[in-house]
């Protein structure tokens, strides 16, 4: 399994430097194709757009004295301890959890449960299992290939998702949240 193309990767592309294989690997893969190309037409741009003119020699002067007085005024909050340890504990349950699954489906457990409306009443079927052997040892090589940065962008909830568990929330519901929101940013109202 070709991984795709790394930072360094994308630069020898634009480069024209890129070993021949992995020119291979942007040619037979969608997504690095379509990264590299963008990339071309960003640069292609940037190159059209001519010589941009050089700031003023207290440009840098003045933005770092701007930048160093923004900073400043932010106040820097130590972590509470649970706030550091729950993400690794989270992860961590996940795995036991994954783990515990696997092994109920995999280990000589049958599920089952009652059909409603089909033979007669308390008929019982057993449940398939979702997935087999192949796709389980899929999943197990494609997760031994992530970073952790890239397990927690995959696992992450995006916003529309999140944008609809809190449409499914009461009103009173969403006031809490919001003021709950307010308050852990410490802006209580």
Request: include cysteine.
């Amino acid at each position: 399994m070709n991984k795709h193309l790394s930072s360094q990767e994308f630069v020898d592309a634009l480069a024209g430097t890129l070993a021949a294989d992995r020119q291979g690997h942007v040619a037979s893969c969608d997504a690095c194709g379509h990264d590299v190309a963008e990339l071309r037409a960003v640069t292609g741009e940037a190159s059209a757009a001519g010589d941009v003119p050089e700031p003023s020699p207290l440009f840098w002067d003045h933005f770092s004295q701007r930048v160093r007085a923004a900073t400043d005024v932010e106040p820097i909050v130590a972590p509470r301890w649970w706030e550091s340890a729950w993400r690794p504990l989270a992860a961590l349950s996940a795995v036991a959890g994954a783990v515990a699954l696997v092994a109920f489906i995999y280990g000589g457990h049958s599920v089952e449960f009652r059909t409603a409306g089909t033979g007669p009443a308390g008929a019982i079927a057993p449940v398939e299992p979702m997935l087999d052997e192949g796709a389980l040892s899929l999943i197990a090589q494609m997760a031994a290939d992530l970073s952790y940065e890239d397990l927690q962008q995959a696992t992450r909830p995006t916003i529309d998702a999140t944008a609809a568990v809190i449409d499914e929330l009461t009103p009173a519901q969403q006031a809490e949240f919001l003021r709950l929101i307010k308050a852990e940013m410490g802006n209580p109202e």
